[in-house]
């Protein structure tokens, strides 16, 4: 079975490495015109963009920051004029021990749920009213395990961020499948990527090798196919589900 996506407009935050830069690919080479947010080094981005070819962009945002997110949605309707399906990828993975004090804590929880949760939520929100006009759409949204086992003690915002993507993307599906939009969640385990890096460093990745079932820690190309697969429409009839991807780590 071929996924076609030619034709398509397909908005992927954090589209410019790690996971994010392997979904962009895996778009555009199924004929996505992708839409590419990055927060930081633009020459990455520009890099990729010019591989990706076929009408595909960048475009910069602060995610933290409150509007971003609504501005980010409008300059992609700007340039290509619509926006078939939206990718929620972009997400910090911010140490916060307890024993912080209560402003420094709250400052890392703030921020990682802005980042996380909030402006997924806002480019949800955008979405859902783009694609009610327009007839439908999809959003995939790019959780964790850890909204479902949980995480460590250092990471309770991380996994509290996720859990909330989870539910937000089900009350979608719940909500707006009569308008043919279908949301969907992926959950990751461990993901070989620039943002895990300093944790399998500090934990040794034999540490985290030894939960797998499988012999090697998960790829971003191990989730890429997955998205491209659902933007492609082939699962629109398991709306509102969640896949794992974690390697076997951990299942439901």
Not at 92 to 118: C, H, K, Q, Y
Not at 170 to 191: D, H, K, M
Request: aromatic share 8%; hydrophobic share 45%; proline share 2%.
């Amino acid at each position: 079975m071929n996924i076609n996506l030619g034709g398509k407009v397909i908005l992927v935050t954090g589209g410019n490495r790690g996971i994010g830069g392997a979904i962009s690919r895996a778009l555009a080479a199924e004929g996505a015109r992708v839409a590419v947010h990055y927060k930081n080094r633009s020459d990455d981005a520009r890099l990729l963009v010019e591989k990706l070819g076929g009408g595909s962009k960048s475009f910069r945002a602060d995610l933290s920051r409150p509007g971003s997110a609504y501005t980010l949605f409008r300059e992609v309707l700007d340039r290509f004029g619509k926006v078939d399906v939206l990718v929620n990828n972009a997400g910090v993975f911010m140490e916060s021990p307890v024993r912080l004090e209560g402003a420094d804590w709250l400052e890392i929880w703030n921020t990682t749920l802005a980042i996380n949760l909030t402006a997924a939520g806002i480019l949800c929100h955008a979405a859902l009213r783009h694609f009610m006009e327009n007839s439908g759409g999809r959003i995939i949204n790019i959780a964790s395990r850890a909204a479902f086992r949980g995480e460590t003690e250092d990471y309770l915002a991380y996994a509290a961020s996720k859990g909330g993507l989870v539910s937000l993307s089900r009350s979608i599906a719940r909500s707006f499948g009569r308008y043919n939009i279908q949301a969907f969640t992926i959950a990751p385990g461990f993901v070989r990527t620039e943002m895990s890096k300093d944790f399998l460093e500090e934990n040794e990745a034999r540490v985290v090798e030894e939960e797998l079932s499988l012999d090697r820690i998960t790829e971003p190309e191990d989730i890429a196919p997955l998205v491209a697969f659902i933007a492609g429409g082939m699962m629109d009839h398991a709306t509102g589900s969640t896949i794992d991807v974690n390697a076997g780590s951990y299942m439901r």
